[in-house]
C-alpha cells in the first residue's frame, strides 16, 4: 500500500470530528491546526508514512534533518473526539493525493467518524485587514449549521476556483461515502512567505463556536509575535513549528489557481 498508517495509541474514540491543517495558500489551516493541538494538549494517535511524500529532508533549528511528517492526534472535547490531521507537506501530486485521502477515509470511518473539517486559505493579492471565512461542502444540512452561526459566507462558488490538494479532495471523497464534510476557507496573502495569522484567527473562531472550544484566540497571535521577539531563545513547541513552516515551504510546482487547499 503507499501509504502506511500506523496507530500509535488506542484511546477511547466517541463520536470523532477529524480537522485537517494541512500546509496551503497563507498557512492557515496548518496554523490553526498546530496552535489546537498544543493548546488543547492533543496527543498523537496515528503516524503516516509514504514513498510519495517529497524525497527531502528539512533542516531544524537544532541543524538536524528531519523526514517529512503528516500524523493525526485527538483530544476528548466534551462528548466527542477531535481528530487533527497534521504535517509539514501535502501529497505530491494528484494520484499520492487521492491515494492518501482514500487512506485516511477508510481509516476514520471504521472508526465511525461523525464529521469532517478541512481548512484552508483564499488567495488575495494583498493581505486583507478583516479576512472573511467561506464555507462549502457536501451536505446541505452541515452548512446549514454553520451558516446559522453568522460567522461564515456561503457565496463561496463566486470567490473560490477549484479546491486543490487534500481539503477539496478530502471534502468530495468522504461525500462518496456518506460522511457529512464541510471546508471553510479564509482570506489570506497569496505570497509563498506569507503566515496568515489574521486568517487563521478567523477560522478558529468559527471552530471554537462550532465545536465549543475553550481557547484564547489571542494566544495565537501572541505566540507568533513571541517567535519574531525570541529567535535563538527557547521556544514553546508551537514556535517552533511556526519557524519550521517558514523553512520548510516548497515552491508551488503546480499552475497557480485561484486557491490551493
Known amino acids: 500500500m503507499a501509504w502506511k498508517i500506523d496507530q500509535v495509541a488506542k484511546p477511547a474514540i466517541k ?46 533549528e537544532e541543524n538536524l534533518v528531519e523526514l517529512p511528517e503528516i500524523e493525526v492526534y485527538y483530544k476528548n ?29 477508510d481509516t476514520i470511518q471504521k472508526r465511525n467518524i461523525k464529521e469532517i473539517i478541512t481548512l484552508g486559505g483564499i488567495a488575495l493579492p494583498k493581505p ?12 446541505k444540512p452541515l452548512l446549514r449549521r454553520y451558516e446559522k452561526s453568522r460567522m461564515v459566507h456561503m ?3 463566486t470567490v473560490v476556483g477549484p479546491i486543490v490538494g487534500v481539503s ?3 471534502t468530495g471523497l468522504a461525500g462518496k461515502r456518506n460522511i457529512p464534510a464541510v ?15 489574521r486568517g487563521a484567527k478567523e477560522l478558529l473562531k468559527v471552530l471554537a463556536k462550532n465545536l465549543d472550544l475553550k481557547v484564547d484566540i489571542n494566544k495565537l497571535e501572541e505566540e507568533f509575535e513571541e517567535v519574531n521577539a525570541e529567535m535563538g531563545q527557547d521556544m514553546s513547541a508551537f ?13 508551488e510546482e503546480k499552475e497557480r489557481l485561484d486557491y490551493f487547499g
Not at 128 to 139: F, L, M
Open 15 to 60: 463520536n470523532p470530528v477529524l480537522i485537517e491543517g494541512l500546509p496551503g495558500v497563507g498557512n492557515v489551516g496548518k496554523i490553526v491546526v498546530d496552535f489546537l493541538i498544543d493548546t488543547l494538549g492533543a496527543k498523537k494517535l496515528f503516524e503516516i508514512t509514504s514513498h510519495q511524500l517529497p524525497h527531502c529532508v528539512f533542516v531544524n
Open 77 to 105: 472535547v466534551g462528548n466527542r473526539t477531535l481528530l487533527f490531521l497534521a504535517g509539514d507537506i501535502q501529497p505530491i501530486n494528484e494520484e499520492s493525493c487521492y491515494e492518501f485521502c482514500h487512506a485516511v477515509l
Open 128 to 139: 486583507p485587514k478583516n479576512p472573511k471565512v467561506y464555507a462549502t461542502g457536501n451536505s
Open 155 to 157: 457565496d463561496t462558488f
Open 168 to 170: 477539496g479532495l478530502l
Open 183 to 197: 471546508s471553510l476557507l479564509a482570506e489570506t496573502f497569496a505570497h509563498p512567505n506569507y503566515l496568515g495569522i
Open 239 to 251: 514556535q517552533r513549528r511556526r519557524i519550521k513552516v517558514e523553512k520548510k515551504q516548497l515552491k
